[in-house]
């Protein structure tokens, strides 16, 4: 049996996440995904049983390669790690936007296994934890450390695109004035 190469698995993830981009979910397959990848459509099968299980597998990948950018807990006092962590996802919706249209696809797809959630969900725990430290301390509003969660991304996801264009120093401002809303907003 030939060794897989953790490479090539690499390449063809980016190459999945470029086509589920380009195409969506719904028109993606695996021969687009090998050309992409620039292999034969064999290959994608000597690491992936299919499409389930690669969209499956690049989901676990991309929700865990985004906690470990945004949810980091550096040990910061709560609100220095709030605004580490709103500057980190606003970052991130940026920079990433192949990664957050995949997961916006997949968040409610029957291609993720309960298996693949449950992991999932595991990477949300610092921040959870962050809040519920929040709550605790009677620093942040007791509210469901849930809706707190969806507040923060769904601000980071509307506020964005306004980001396009900024200078760098202009950008300096509006990720610290975005940080102070949503604390601003969570606060006791």
């Not at 809040?131 to 469901?144: I, V």
């Not at 509006?174 to 907003?185: G, H, I, K, P, R």
Request: glycine residues 6%; aromatic residues 8%.
């Amino acid at each position: 049996m030939r060794q897989k190469d953790e490479a090539k698995a690499q390449d063809i993830l980016r190459a999945t996440l470029h086509e589920v981009q380009a195409v969506g979910l719904a028109g993606l397959s695996i021969e687009a995904v090998a050309r992409r990848a620039g292999i034969a459509t064999g290959t994608v099968y000597t690491y992936f049983r299919g499409k389930d299980a690669l969209l499956d597998s690049l989901y676990l990948h991309t929700k865990t390669a985004f906690s470990d950018f945004v949810l980091r807990d550096d040990g910061l006092p709560l609100r220095a790690a709030f605004t580490r962590m709103t500057k980190a996802y606003l970052d991130y919706i940026i920079e990433h936007e192949a990664e957050i249209i995949f997961m916006g696809q997949m968040a409610n797809s029957p291609y993720v296994t309960e298996q693949t959630r449950e992991a999932a969900a595991l990477g949300a725990r610092p921040v959870a934890a962050m809040l519920e430290r929040g709550k605790l301390e009677q620093l942040l509003k007791d509210l469901d450390t849930a809706w707190m969660m969806a507040f923060v991304g769904g601000t980071m996801k509307a506020m964005a695109p306004l980001a396009a264009g900024m200078s760098a120093a202009g950008y300096a401002a509006f990720q610290e004035s975005v940080a102070t809303l949503c604390w601003d907003a969570l606060k006791a």
